[in-house]
């Protein structure tokens, strides 16, 4: 599968439209609502203005020429004051005064209850070139409106001062969108490469590539999740490993009994083995089918005790007299080998709490190697120990004993050290294998101690049964 950098690309996306969606809603929206506000109070101003002009002078206006000459004056005061043209126009159109002409001028078109609102934004029936801001403000008298008094000022500085404040809002947003664009970068080193990292990693894993390491360290939980990830790939990689070492094991085993029952009986059948030489042979291929059935059964039962969940029928038993019954059973090999078992058992009876059969199984394949691995003439001695709510059962034998090198190894399946290869053709190597698996059900250990040349030790633990008195 192809990575492309989608999650990337659209965060960039993302911030782009952002962006730009700012830079639309404060150039549009917030300019209009700027200068919408700004016009209406200066509309607001200006209208007081007027209103004052109307009040105190109005009447005065229409009262003849000197007093409208008067007028005119006070007129100019106050424009040179708030500069800003004064006007007064008839209700027809007709301009009575004007604080910064003297000409007389007719608006056409001028009705200012038509607007219906005190100010108008225009360039007043094209009276300027630019923009204008009219406040209007009737002069009444005997009830009727005779004219309006009128104040202008360019929209210029009304403009100018909105894109003053228009340059704070774009200011105040390219700090924001600098600001959040170092998210994005904290972002891209906190998220975006880690993940990119991990993905890599998963995709080596998938191609079989356990070992490579992901290279994210962090303590977050996209650090952990790495590091479950590369602990998850290594033991898939173990387990890959421990399969084919396994399939390659048995497959070894199986072959050599195979090879030598097809290469007697085709001897028997081409005549190079003369019939009456058949019967040892026979016996020969019959051990060699015995040891196939052995490391048939073995594989089997090492399959039923390792696969998860091992059922255990745990019970309080007297491990002496477990090991006395399995001591029986040894007794025809020992005679042929001429070894005697010795047994030093801790007090009469010593109850343990644990699966009988499978323990007298672990005994017995203890004893089988300790047999096997001895001297003729020699003694092996087994031995029972309490220690604490523990106890502690040895089978110690004084044979060829096992490598420093090869004790680790000897629980493995298969494992064969190679002082025995020679002495013990039929072992299939998987008898402490069985053991060790048992053990491990239990919740117990197995060790060995050993020195080659001089003699083994195997000694494992039992869990001591809680009511021994009771027994
Ligand atoms: P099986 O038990 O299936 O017949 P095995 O005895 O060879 O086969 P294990 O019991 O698992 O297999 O033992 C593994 C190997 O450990 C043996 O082949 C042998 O090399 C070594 N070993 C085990 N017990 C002893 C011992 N008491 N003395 C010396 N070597 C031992
Ligand atoms: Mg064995």
Redesign the pocket.
């Known amino acids: 599968m192809k990575l492309h950098r989608t999650l990337y690309i659209k965060l960039i996306l993302a911030y782009l439209v952002f962006f730009l969606l700012s830079f639309i809603i404060i150039s549009s929206v917030n300019s209009r609502m700027i200068l919408a506000d700004l016009t209406r109070t200066r509309a607001e101003s200006l209208y007081r203005e007027s209103r004052l002009v109307a009040t105190t002078y109005g009447n005065d206006i229409y009262k003849g020429m000197e007093a409208r000459q008067t007028a005119l004056e006070q007129l100019k005061a106050i424009d040179a004051y708030i500069s800003a043209d004064i006007r007064v126009i008839d209700v027809d159109g007709r301009q009575v005064l004007d604080s910064r002409s003297s000409g007389d001028m007719v608006f056409a078109d001028f009705d200012p209850a038509a607007i219906g609102s005190y100010y108008l934004v225009s360039n007043f029936y094209d009276t300027y070139d630019e923009d204008y801001l009219s406040v209007f403000y009737p002069i009444t008298s005997r009830y009727s409106v005779r004219g309006y008094v009128v104040i202008q000022m360019p929209m210029s500085d009304l403009y100018a001062s909105r894109d003053r404040l228009l340059s704070i809002s774009y200011i105040t947003m390219l700090f924001m969108y600098l600001f959040s664009l170092s998210v994005l970068v904290v972002f891209t080193f906190a998220v975006y490469r880690p993940v990119r990292h991990i993905t890599k990693a998963a995709e080596e894993y998938a191609r079989g590539n356990y070992d490579y390491d992901p290279d994210v360290h962090g303590r977050d939980e996209i650090g952990y999740l790495a590091g479950t990830l590369h602990y998850m790939a290594s033991e898939i990689g173990r387990a890959e490993d421990n399969q084919k070492k396994f399939i390659a094991n048995v497959s070894h085993d199986f072959r050599s009994p195979l090879t030598s029952i097809n290469g007697y009986l085709n001897a028997m059948i081409d005549g190079t083995i003369p019939p009456e030489m058949h019967e040892k042979y026979l016996h020969v291929v019959l051990n060699e089918t015995d040891r196939l059935t052995?490391?048939t059964n073995?594989l089997l039962e090492l399959n039923s005790l390792s696969s998860k969940g091992m059922v255990l029928s745990i019970s309080d038993f007297d491990i002496n007299a477990a090991i006395r019954q399995i001591c029986e059973t040894f007794e025809v090999l020992c005679s042929e080998k001429k070894i005697s078992i010795e047994l030093i058992l801790s007090g009469e009876k010593l109850f343990v709490s644990a699966d009988m059969g499978k323990i007298q199984q672990v005994i017995a394949?203890?004893t089988?190697?300790?047999i096997?691995?001895?001297h003729r003439n020699s003694i092996i001695k087994i031995e029972t120990t309490e220690k604490g709510d523990m106890v502690f059962v040895s089978?110690k034998?004084s044979?060829?004993?096992?490598p420093a090198d090869?004790q680790k190894l000897?629980?493995d399946?298969f494992?064969?050290?190679?002082?025995?290869?020679g002495k013990?053709k039929?072992?299939?190597?998987?008898?402490?294998?069985?053991?060790r698996e048992i053990l491990q059900a239990h919740g117990q250990n197995i060790n060995?101690i050993?020195t080659e040349g001089v003699?083994?030790e195997?000694i494992f633990t039992l869990a001591k049964s809680k009511n021994t008195e009771d027994e």
């Open positions: 052995k490391l073995g394949n203890l089988d190697n300790a096997k691995f001895s089978v034998d044979g060829i004993g096992i090869a000897v629980f399946r494992y064969k050290t190679d002082l025995s290869r013990d039929k072992g299939t190597g998987l008898g402490l294998a069985i053991a060995v050993s003699g083994s195997f």
